[in-house]
């Protein structure tokens, strides 16, 4: 059974930072790309930051200030989020995706930017 499940979500303060983590079971972790998506109230779900056997990629709103990363050995997979801005504020969900016919999501985390 696959299962994603992400840690890491609060409340921060503008400008603060939180690491995101999502630890995979049940599937061959090194060969999934790995993304973070996260889908504020009202909007559609958007890809954050992807880590793929072609590259790292990132939303523009995000670049500079994110940063994703994976740990094959721990089956885990990061985000790092700096400088963070109330538009920010979300659920944060994570994505394993391998060959589009195996595509796996997290139950979601939250993550509210607020003074």
């Known amino acids: 059974q696959v299962q994603l499940v992400e840690s890491g979500g609060g409340l921060v303060q503008p400008g603060g930072s939180l690491r995101l983590s999502c630890a995979a079971s049940g599937i061959i972790f090194s060969l999934y790309d790995m993304g973070w998506y996260r889908q504020a109230p009202g909007k559609q779900r958007e890809l954050v930051a992807a880590?793929?056997?072609?590259?790292?990629n990132y939303a523009e709103s995000v670049k500079g200030r994110f940063t994703i990363s994976r740990n094959n050995a721990k089956t885990t997979v990061y985000l790092q989020m700096d400088s963070l801005k109330h538009e920010d504020t979300a659920v944060y969900y994570c994505?394993?995706?391998?060959?589009?016919?195996?595509?796996?999501w997290g139950q979601g985390t939250q993550v509210t930017v607020s003074s």
């Open positions: 994505n394993a995706r391998f060959r589009q016919r195996h595509d796996y």
């Open positions: 880590i793929t056997s072609g590259g790292i």
